[in-house]
């Protein structure tokens, strides 16, 4: 006999109690925000998280392509207008690559991805592969680390200029604009989540080890810079 649902307030409270998986927490990141980073360990991590960058949109670009509700797909191709850039708005994208000209890296090499690593690049095709083939909706609840990422970009805004003092302050105008638009990107995603897996305990089950499957994305990235570059303790 299945279990009954938790209601909608504790199954939030799981998702977000997956937060302690996020990696904020892994010894690569640590090292990254309290200043114990390299010059060549920075700019590792700068070249190889430029491959997540820019499948971003492509992930979403593939949640869009196997939804068909229209009032969902207005909101979510807002993501793709964000890195990809419209307008005068240059975009994410264009962002993280003023980052690597801060930290002193050839924006041409980043963009042709001669430093990436194959682990980084395992882990982030494994993510963009999920939102093609699993329903919409799986795929809108894997971006919901978005629950953890305002705090990892309040943490680089706050030590990083003290920290790296080498590196150009305009290069991080992508971690300040991040704060703002990841929890308008939240809010949308959870509502969808919540609504969607909340029916069943099995598919509030399934929600969270989507879940945990993203957070493991991440976590597999950092284990791939720190085997790369090493961690500085």
């Known amino acids: 006999m299945s279990q009954a649902p938790w209601t909608r307030e504790e199954f939030e ?24 980073a390299t010059r060549k360990q920075i700019q590792g991590w700068v070249a190889n998280r430029y491959y997540y960058q820019i499948n971003i949109p492509l992930k979403d670009a593939a949640i869009l392509s196997n939804c068909p509700d229209r009032s969902v797909r207005r909101l979510w191709v807002r993501r793709i ?33 001669e ?5 980084v690049r395992f882990a982030v095709d494994a993510y963009v592969n999920f939102a093609r083939q699993a329903p919409w909706q799986e795929a809108v609840c894997s971006s919901l680390t978005e629950l953890f990422a305002p705090e990892i970009h309040r943490q680089r805004l706050k030590g990083w200029p003290e920290f790296y003092p080498w590196i150009e302050r305009e290069g ?6 991040r704060i703002g638009l990841a929890r308008r990107d939240v809010e949308h995603g959870l509502a ?32 791939a810079l720190a085997q790369r570059y090493g961690v500085t303790v």
């Open 13 to 36: 409270r799981r998702l977000r109690a997956l937060g302690e998986r996020y990696h904020i927490h892994h010894p690569f990141n640590v090292m990254l925000n309290t200043g114990r």
């Open 115 to 119: 430093d990436l690593l194959p682990g």
């Open 192 to 223: 969808i989540t919540l609504e969607h897996f909340s029916r069943t305990r099995e598919l509030q089950e399934r929600a969270l080890e989507i879940l945990k499957f993203k957070l493991d994305v991440l976590w597999q990235m950092n284990d």
């Open 172 to 177: 991080l105008v992508y971690f300040q604009s």
């Open 81 to 113: 207008l964000d890195h990809d850039g419209y307008g005068e708005d240059e975009g994410g994208i264009e962002s993280w690559l003023r980052l690597a000209d801060a930290v002193g890296l050839d924006r041409k090499r980043v963009e042709r991805l």
